[in-house]
């Protein structure tokens, strides 16, 4: 019998092995390849933007499909399939050159991503919360850092041994199925059940969840702009490859703690307010990326917005599975499906504002008036609902 110590500890590690896989690299590692792809085969930031957002409408759809009642009993299952696909999907990306290929294994790897954050999710936090350890959640989400910066190191030394943009992606292939294997040997069943055993009920009618979900969809679009686009503005430039890795490394390093160096601020201001301050601190990097130039903008606007964007994307969730504590699922995958919306739009509209003005400055301005929305819409929520937050 496993010990109420180990067990959470456990699936806490392996939740950040997934995310790291899922997210960190499943997703973000089109980042640090993308300059490359769009110098070896000719796209256009729309083209660019256009692969990133059928990646994030494959995530939409994901997380939609995920609030159904179908995977009851099978998360494990789905996760696991979620991780294999990933995987497989990168590589599918190196033996192509075609834009429509590109956007459908995007599609189908956003799909596989989604269901790995929201099954991941449902069953680490529930093992994690019967032991009473919520305070791991920050380990969980630390994954998405974690891959971030090992897709860094990984797409910098394939540069250096002179690898070119296909290979970056069979080596995140190749990471992801090595990553896989924690996952499967230690996630060793789905959630623990709640209650009687029954699908969730339907989300209750809640003003502040209304508020705080039309926010995390707003941040969506906000944050996705830089963090699809930031190795690309360092190419712009001409900081070198082996600078746009450190970029994006220093990115990773500083998500990879996020949530647990907010705690703080959240125990002294509440989830929400906490929310809308690190909006506006991530709005100050992206401005920081493209107004400052040199070593010093996208260096600033990498950390401000690896040190944000983590953390923000989980007291989000935590404050909607909080305000929908009977149907915690359905409120994770509504407010992933809203998320999703707003990385869908974002990509779209920075690559065609790059494509007519010539740089990214005028997406990321509208990214940084996006945050400072949000952060405004957050602070209407109040402190009633914004003291409902665990402390994580």
Not at 15 to 31: C, D, L, N, P, S
Not at 71 to 90: D, I
Not at 109 to 126: C, D
């Amino acid at each position: 019998m496993e010990s109420h110590t180990a067990s959470p500890v456990r699936y806490a590690f392996a939740g950040m092995i997934a995310m790291a896989v899922a997210m960190g690299i499943g997703r973000f590692v089109y980042t640090p390849i993308l300059p490359g792809m769009m110098e070896g085969l000719g796209l256009s930031a729309s083209d660019a933007g256009s692969i990133a957002s059928a990646n994030y409408l494959g995530y939409l759809v994901g997380a939609i499909a995920a609030a159904f009642g179908w995977a009851h009993r099978r998360e494990r299952a789905v996760m696991l399939t979620g991780l294999v696909a990933n995987a497989v999907l990168a590589v599918a990306m190196a033996c192509t050159t075609s834009l429509t290929a590109f956007l459908l294994i995007r599609f189908a790897a956003g799909i596989a991503s989604a269901f790995v954050l929201v099954f991941s999710v449902t069953i680490v936090f529930s093992h994690l919360s019967a032991a009473g350890r919520d305070d791991l959640q920050g380990l969980h989400f630390g994954g998405v850092g974690l891959g971030i910066a090992l897709s860094a190191l990984l797409v910098g030394g394939l540069h250096m041994v002179g690898a070119g943009w296909a290979a970056g992606w069979i080596g995140a292939g190749i990471v992801s199925l090595v990553g896989f294997l924690p996952a499967l040997l230690l996630i060793r069943e789905g959630p623990l059940a709640a209650g009687n055993g029954k699908s969730e009920p339907r989300l209750p009618r809640s003003l502040p969840l209304a508020k705080i979900t039309v926010a995390y969809g707003i941040f969506g679009f906000g944050y996705i702009i830089t963090a699809t686009f930031l190795v690309a503005i360092v190419r712009q430039g001409e900081g070198g490859p082996l600078f746009e890795a450190v970029v994006w490394l220093v990115t990773g390093l500083a998500g990879w703690p996020s949530v647990y160096l907010w705690q703080p601020v959240v125990r002294r201001l509440g989830g929400m307010k906490t929310f809308a301050l690190g909006c506006v601190v991530e709005g100050i990097g992206v401005v920081a990326s493209v107004k400052l130039g040199g070593y010093a903008g996208p260096l600033i606007g990498g950390v401000l917005l690896g040190g944000t964007f983590i953390a923000l994307t989980t007291i989000g969730l935590v404050a909607g599975r909080t305000l929908a504590a009977q149907s915690p699922r359905r409120a994770l995958a509504v407010m992933t499906a809203f998320f999703g919306t707003g990385q869908v739009v974002g990509p779209i509209v920075a690559g065609f504002l790059a494509d007519r003005t010539g740089s990214f400055t005028i997406a990321s301005m509208a990214a940084a008036i996006a945050l400072l929305a949000c952060a405004l819409i957050a602070l209407s929520v109040g402190d009633g609902a914004a003291k409902r937050l665990p402390e994580h």
